[in-house]
């Protein structure tokens, strides 16, 4: 059975940093494109940023390019979502995602989700 858990979520004031985790287990981890989403208030869910299965190739939404950046460790089955220089705007649940189509996807295309993490950045 796939499972995802995601951590590192918490209340950050506008400028400071997170660093998001995902734990994956029941998949091989290396051989999946893994993804970063988040859904705010009354909103859709939105892809943050995704990597290949190497680490060889990221993408990131221009809303976060220049901010967050994404990275994996294969051996540790767990990819990492960097948030630097958070604004308020960037307050929502983050979910994890594995298997989607890399380059910005939509969230349909992923068949693996975690249960998501409250990030809140205060102004």
């Known amino acids: 059975q796939v499972q995802l858990v995601e951590s590192g979520g918490g209340l950050v004031q506008a400028g400071g940093s997170l660093r998001l985790s995902c734990a994956a287990s029941g998949l091989t981890f290396r051989s999946y494109t893994m993804g970063w989403f988040r859904q705010a208030p009354g909103k859709e869910r939105e892809i943050v940023a995704d990597?290949?299965?190497?680490?060889?190739?990221?993408y990131s939404a221009d809303s976060v390019k220049g901010r967050f950046t994404i990275s994996r460790d294969n051996p540790a089955n767990t990819v990492y979502l960097q948030m630097n220089s958070l604004k308020p705007e960037d307050t929502g649940v983050y979910y994890c995602?594995?298997?989607?189509?890399?380059?910005?996807?939509?969230?349909?295309?992923?068949?693996?989700w975690g249960q998501g993490t409250q990030v809140t950045v205060s102004s």
């Open positions: 990597i290949t299965w190497n680490g060889g190739s990221t």
């Open positions: 995602a594995a298997g989607g189509r890399f380059g910005g996807a939509m969230p349909t295309s992923y068949p693996y």
